[in-house]
């Protein structure tokens, strides 16, 4: 079993930056692949990046590649997403989230954290 804590959210800028981290217990953490999702008032929780448990491999939303970054550190047992040049469409809950498998889809992510709340004021 996994379990995840996000931080890291906050209020900031558009333009601005920031840098969540998602923090795991557990032994087997660095053999999930790590994704990341979000949710927006009124909206369904979408996708946003994913991470091989190997960090080889990543893969991004269209609407914030270029723009943010997901990274990860097995040593810790963490895994990162640097957001950068954020819009005021980008609030929302962030979560973190870890899956088996190589998948877009929330449904094939097992452990989830509570989220962490990122706000872009225009």
């Known amino acids: 079993q996994v379990q995840l804590v996000e931080s890291g959210g906050g209020l900031v800028q558009a333009g601005g930056s920031l840098r969540l981290s998602c923090a795991a217990s557990?032994?087997?953490?660095?053999?999930?692949?790590m994704g990341w999702f979000r949710q927006a008032p009124g909206k369904e929780r979408e996708f946003v990046a994913l991470?091989?448990?190997?960090?080889?491999?990543?893969y991004y939303a269209d609407s914030v590649k270029g723009r943010f970054t997901i990274s990860r550190d097995n040593a810790k047992n963490t895994v990162y997403l640097q957001l950068n040049s954020l819009k005021p469409e980008d609030t929302a809950v962030y979560y973190c989230?870890?899956?088996?498998?190589?998948?877009?889809?929330?449904?094939?992510?097992?452990?989830w954290g509570q989220g962490t709340q990122v706000t872009v004021s225009s």
């Open positions: 989230a870890s899956t088996r498998g190589w998948s877009l889809g929330r449904n094939d992510y097992d452990y």
């Open positions: 557990g032994r087997t953490f660095s053999t999930y692949n």
């Open positions: 991470i091989s448990w190997d960090s080889d491999l990543t």
